[in-house]
């Protein structure tokens, strides 16, 4: 008997040492939360897409400003290429786990239209933003598809890949402009509610108008980069510009997907 206390004791040590030390932690439960769902993936994989990107062309300045000044022997830094491939990788993998994206657009569109919203015109503005996105996915992976990332698994003629590749990004610019449109709407029409409503609604309409914010910053300073793509060669010659406002929109997006999962910690 004593033989077998002892043998639990010993696998207590050496098996259950760690969890037993971890204690528990609402904010990591919070994170297991977020992170299992595919919107939550998604915005962390974009943060750490375009903090790698806006983070590499530094580190090749500090690079080049060490070899100016004799500490390095070539004006280059490995970890900037390396960022870059890390970056690439995440784009593509961000790309391929979008694709069952199209579902939830098509069960969308019937949902609203069986349970429509009051106002006529946010409803119009929604069908018009799935559509838009109807349109947007079958382009989208044709170009990603028939791209060296892609594999490319399609072949097809330069000038149809080109086609695809900017008509995907200019009705993925559609959404974005109907969406701020909508979300701006909803954002009055909070406004006007909360006025006379009572503390615990008003407390959920501040919330509400919270999550909106971040939602609005997210899309708006999206809208810069989808201008850049949406025309061929671009408009900005400088990559910061598009990095630094993707990085923007990423964090928007990471923060306010965080606050709105169920049991947020502040």
């Not at 960022?83 to 961000?94: E, H, M, T």
């Not at 108008?209 to 671009?234: E, F, T």
Request: aromatic share 10%; net charge positive.
């Amino acid at each position: 008997m004593n033989l077998k206390n002892n043998t639990l004791a010993i696998d207590d040590i050496l098996l259950g040492s760690i969890g037993a030390n971890i204690p528990p932690s609402e904010t990591r439960d919070h994170a297991v939360r977020f992170l299992g769902t595919w919107s939550g993936t998604d915005k962390l994989l974009m943060t750490s897409q375009y903090a790698c990107k806006l983070l590499a062309p530094f580190l090749l300045y500090r690079a080049q400003l060490q070899y100016k000044a004799g500490k390095r022997d070539r004006p280059i830094s490995l970890t900037t290429d390396g960022l870059y491939k890390f970056a690439g990788s995440v784009s593509a993998a961000r790309r391929i786990m979008g694709f069952p994206g199209i579902l939830g657009i098509i069960k969308s569109l019937s949902a609203m239209e069986r349970s429509p919203p009051a106002s006529r015109l946010v409803l119009n503005l929604r069908r018009l933003q799935n559509l838009s996105m109807i349109v947007f996915y079958p382009l989208e992976y044709v170009s990603f598809f028939s791209a060296p990332a892609g594999g490319p698994i399609l072949r097809i003629s330069p000038s149809a890949a080109l086609f695809a590749q900017l008509w995907s990004v200019r009705s993925w610019g559609v959404y974005v402009v109907l969406r701020i449109v909508d979300l701006w709407y909803e954002c009055m029409d909070l406004v006007q509610k909360e006025q006379g409503a009572t503390e615990d609604a008003q407390k959920a309409i501040k919330q509400r108008k919270r999550a909106i914010m971040y939602q609005l910053v997210a899309n708006i300073s999206r809208l810069p980069v989808i201008m850049h793509w949406s025309v061929i060669g671009g408009i900005y010659t400088n990559e910061l510009w598009t990095s630094g406002l993707s990085l923007l929109s990423a964090l928007s997006a990471f923060r306010g997907g965080w606050e709105s999962v169920a049991g947020s910690t502040k």
